[in-house]
């Protein structure tokens, strides 16, 4: 069994690790009530500190500690990390530490790293904001979902459909097919339909020049719009003549093309109705003209069409559809092991509190185990305040409070599905809206909060 470390030992080591440096009187206040197992709320309200200032202090010291100890430290891991820490200097050194007190101690050097096996800086916790990076330790595959886009769009013609609410992965997924079609000698280019004004979504004609536009200049062409467009054949065959005669001729190899949170065109019924069969017509012309089958489309959406459509020219009826899953407990599971969050926060108890809560959805998993991993707070009270403004969720939660006050007419709907005790009905359109910001679930016909987070919290702030 190995010999326990007192918290004087235990500090000895820290402040003999981050030499010269030296803890100060917080931080060293931080360890101490830590050490004894107390949580950062406990420690504010003992020491008469704001708890936030408590959260992000600490968080700053295990990371500092991390980098001097070699290994990732959490105020859930200090002792035992500490323990080994102690026992590899005992072994290189073939003496005992002496406490801080004894009068050898500022003859020893600064401790070695515990393992040179561990580079902390390959554990890099990245910004929760936009997609996973590329080369992200944390980026969870569904199963089979990326192994069928990328078969995909290395079909002439393709077009991939990826369908699913706010933050739960659509971008991230998408970048990779690029990455993917790139290594398959693809050129690619992603075009955001959040990044087009209001003003240019109010018309066709001023979309479809936008599209083609910062196409052209993501594949580093000249822009020639004015010797492809005439009024006189109209914008639709102006953009069609375009790609077809310029862009894709001048490639003489397949692009794929990402279109993301096209959802956003749904709110201009009258472009939509032209723009997006357009889409399906180019799809479709693969194959009639060699040339289109050049272009592969992945498509990205946060919400079902609700756009009237004529069925034979959606083009949400055609291609692959991908529809993209909560996280399940498993992927939770190794999800949590690669934060590095310690045992006891990947037991299955946690866990499963954590996936009833939150219902795999993917951003909450992840900020979840981000804030875990930081040391920041404790699994005990995450889960106790995360319905409240003191969660870690409050930013997210009131970021769609506020939208629905913006919206009554949705927050009145939301409202009727929070008080239910039983899966209902609402507007269809409200439904999908809703569904789009992943506060609700269909089920056939009706629908029910998206999860436990959503329902605690909403109940009582939209009555």
């Keep these: 069994m190995q010999p326990a470390v007192t918290v004087e030992e235990g500090l000895w080591l820290v402040e003999t690790a981050i030499q010269p440096d030296r803890l100060s009187d917080l931080q060293e206040l931080i360890f101490r009530q830590c050490w004894a197992g107390l949580t950062y709320q406990q420690i504010a309200e003992e020491a008469g500190y704001d708890p936030d200032y408590v959260r992000v202090t600490g968080s700053r010291l295990w990371q500092s500690l991390s980098i001097a100890c070699g290994e990732k430290i959490t105020k859930n891991n200090l ?6 820490y102690k026992q590899q200097h005992d072994h290189l050194s073939d003496a005992k530490i002496l406490p801080p007190n004894n009068h050898h101690s500022s003859q020893l050097q600064k401790l070695p790293s515990l393992s040179s096996e561990f580079n902390f800086n390959s554990f890099h916790l990245e910004s929760l904001e936009g997609p996973v990076p590329i080369e992200s330790p944390f980026y969870v595959e569904r199963p089979f979902t990326d192994e069928y886009v990328h078969a995909e769009i290395s079909k002439p013609g393709a077009l991939v459909r990826i369908k699913a609410p706010k933050q739960y992965g659509k971008t991230s997924l998408l970048i990779r097919a690029l990455a ?23 018309s066709l004609n001023s979309l479809l020049r936008w599209f083609c536009a910062n196409l052209t200049h993501q594949l580093g062409l000249e822009l020639r719009l004015d010797d492809y467009w005439d009024e006189d054949l109209g914008s639709k065959v102006s953009c069609t003549t375009y790609l077809q005669g310029y862009l894709l001729e001048q490639l ?7 279109l993301d949170e096209v959802n956003v065109i749904f709110e201009y019924p009258t472009v939509a109705q032209d723009f997006l069969p357009l889409l399906r017509f180019w799809h479709e012309e693969a194959n009639n003209l060699a040339v289109w089958g050049h272009l592969r489309m992945v498509v990205s959406h946060s919400t079902e ?42 037991e299955t108890t946690f866990l499963n509190a954590l996936h009833q809560l939150t219902n795999g959805h993917p951003y909450l998993i992840r900020l979840a185990l981000h804030t875990l991993a930081q040391g920041e707070i404790d699994g005990e009270l995450l889960l106790q305040d995360a319905s409240t403004s003191a969660g870690i969720y409050a930013n997210h939660l009131q970021g769609h409070l506020a939208m629905l006050q913006q919206h009554p007419e949705l927050a009145a709907d939301f409202q009727a599905v929070i008080q239910a005790d039983r899966p209902i009905r609402i507007d269809t359109i409200a439904a999908y809206k809703l569904q789009s910001m992943g506060l609700l679930r269909l089920q056939g016909d009706e629908v029910i909060p998206s999860c436990d987070l959503y329902r605690l919290y909403f109940q009582n702030r939209l009555s």
């Design 79 to 84: 002792q035992v990390t500490l323990r080994r």
């Design 180 to 202: 993917k079609a790139g290594q398959l000698g693809c050129k690619t280019a992603r075009l955001n339909f959040h990044h087009a004004d209001s003003s240019t979504l109010n």
């Design 252 to 258: 003489q190899c397949p692009l794929v093309l990402a």
């Design 305 to 346: 069409v609700y756009v009237p459509l004529n069925l034979n020219q959606s083009p949400f009826n055609v291609g692959l559809p991908i529809k993209l899953k909560p996280f399940s407990l498993s992927q939770i599971q190794d999800l949590a092991q690669r934060h590095q969050i310690g045992e006891s926060l990947t």
